[in-house]
């Protein structure tokens, strides 16, 4: 079992471009979220896909937005970006199971976005 | 914000058991409590959870207190490995299992 998998785990962008970040979900699971961590400060919960939407987003903007694919892989893209950006961008997965109960979230490595 | 306190850091001889408490005073009859770790620039790893029953798993033991109001992770036998930042987080996991990381304690296991 492969775990959760981000790409890639570096990224180094200027200001104002654009970014694409990706995710694989643990085997077995719908549900992908996205965290961004700052130096020094805990995650913060970006999004959260499940059946190819978006079910809930916490306080970010529309700068950051999301897809998840079919096979439950998923996607963060970043618009116009900010020196404040740059963070450590965490996918989490899990599984919503019987009685809609969401599994424990497994997360991956992260990726390591520096805007300059 | 986060709806839970735990103390900034903390310190564990290796080979001790480590004791890490969590306050969650206000947390509801359907919020389940979870423990995270982290260690250094790698992705929270998912340690164990509960509703009030004690729980115990191969990595730590869980207990809740009969009120729920707060909790205890124990790590039985610390090891340099366990040097990490431990979070508790509560979570309605009947609607999604958004997790919201407070500050955490910053275990340090020492030789």
């Known amino acids: 079992d492969a775990g959760v998998t981000q790409s890639p785990t570096h990224l180094i962008k200027t200001r104002g471009q654009q970014v694409t970040l990706r995710c694989s979900p643990k085997s077995g699971h719908d549900t992908v979220s996205w965290y961004q961590q700052a130096l020094g400060q805990g995650p913060q919960f970006i999004f959260q896909y499940y059946e190819e939407e978006e079910r809930q987003r916490g306080n970010f903007p529309d700068r950051f937005s999301g897809h998840q694919f079919p096979n439950y892989s998923s996607e963060l893209n970043v618009n116009a970006l900010l020196l404040g950006d740059s963070a450590l961008y965490l996918c989490a997965s899990s599984l919503v199971g019987t009685g809609g109960l969401y599994t424990e979230a497994f997360f991956g490595q992260g990726t390591r976005l520096t805007v300059v | ?111």
């Open chain 2, 1 to 111: 914000d986060a709806k839970t306190t735990q103390p900034p850091s903390m310190d564990c001889a290796e080979g001790r058991a480590a004791n890490l408490p969590c306050n969650h005073s206000t947390i509801s009859g359907n919020e389940y409590v979870y423990w995270y770790r982290q260690i250094h620039s790698q992705g929270p790893q998912y340690i164990i959870h509960g509703l009030k029953n004690n729980e115990t798993n191969e990595m730590a033991s869980l207990i809740i207190t009969e009120d729920r109001k707060s909790s205890t992770l124990i790590l039985p036998h610390a090891t340099l490995r366990d040097t990490a930042v431990y979070y508790c987080i509560v979570v309605q996991i009947h609607a999604g299992n958004m997790l919201t990381f407070g500050g955490g304690t910053r275990l340090m296991v020492k030789p």
